[in-house]
T-cell receptor
Framework: NAGVTQTPKFQVLKTGQSMTLQCAQDMNHNSMYWYRQDPGMGLRLIYYSASEGTTDKGEVPNGYNVSRLNKREFSLRLESAAPSQTSVYFCASETGVVTGELFFGEGSRLTVL | KNEVEQSPQNLTAQEGEFITINCSYS?????LHWLQQHPGGGIVSLFMLSSGKKKHGRLIATINIQEKHSSLHITASHPRDSAVYIC???????????FGEGTQLTVNP
């Protein structure tokens, strides 16, 4: 089992460029999440998806869009990257049927110049 | 005020010491998670609790729902335990998780 797979692991963008972070899980989980982690701050929720076909805003959704393409995949898109979006991004999933153990991807380090 | 507060923020210990990290929260929860993050690494789930106490090896996690408080204990600490330990709660109001800022633990040999 691969668990939660995120790509890319590293990315450097120029201000205004767009990109998509991909996340896939092979555990048949219902709930998937995108977080960002910044120095001195806890993980902050960007968007989440409680089930296939649904998405909801988290704490810091501005500048991001998401797609829950199917049960396995949950992508995060930056349409016009800004330096404030420089961060480490984590995708996570859990069963969602009842509150379950969290599984995280390895993280994606994004730098916006 | 953060809904999930951890203490201490930083903790340095000598190998073999008993370590306690605390987590207090202000919202109603359905579950609480303890996570571990090694430097430059991913995040691993250690425990998920909704009541009582859980033990895994040298790690023990407890939760007091009435007091809205949880503790993570490490017995016979070792340098490989050096990591950031993060508390997170599932709020009963929805499926969202709220995270504490983490506790940086350093265990010296």
């Amino acid at each position: 089992n691969a668990g939660v797979t995120q790509t890319p692991k590293f990315q450097v963008l120029k201000t205004g460029q767009s990109m998509t972070l991909q996340c896939a899980q092979d555990m048949n989980h219902n709930s998937m999440y995108w977080y960002r982690q910044d120095p001195g701050m806890g993980l902050r929720l960007i968007y989440y998806s409680a089930s296939e076909g649904t998405t909801d805003k988290g704490e810091v959704p501005n500048g991001y869009n998401v797609s829950r393409l199917n049960k396995r995949e949950f992508s995060l898109r930056l349409e016009s990257a800004a330096p404030s979006q420089t961060s480490v991004y984590f995708c996570a999933s859990e069963t969602g049927v009842v509150t379950g153990e969290l599984f995280f991807g390895e993280g994606s380090r994004l730098t916006v110049l | 005020k953060n809904e999930v507060e951890q203490s201490p923020q930083n903790l340095t210990a000598q190998e073999g010491e008993f370590i306690t990290i605390n987590c207090s929260y202000s919202v109603g929860i359905s579950a609480l998670h303890w996570l571990q993050q090694h430097p430059g690494g991913g995040i691993v789930s250690l425990f998920m609790l909704s009541s009582g106490k859980k033990k895994h090896g040298r790690l023990i996690a407890t939760i007091n729902i009435q007091e809205k408080h949880s503790s993570l204990h490490i017995t016979a600490s070792h340098p490989r335990d050096s990591a950031v330990y993060i508390c997170a709660v599932n709020e009963t109001s929805g499926s969202r998780l709220t995270f504490g800022e983490g506790t940086q633990l350093t265990v010296n040999p």
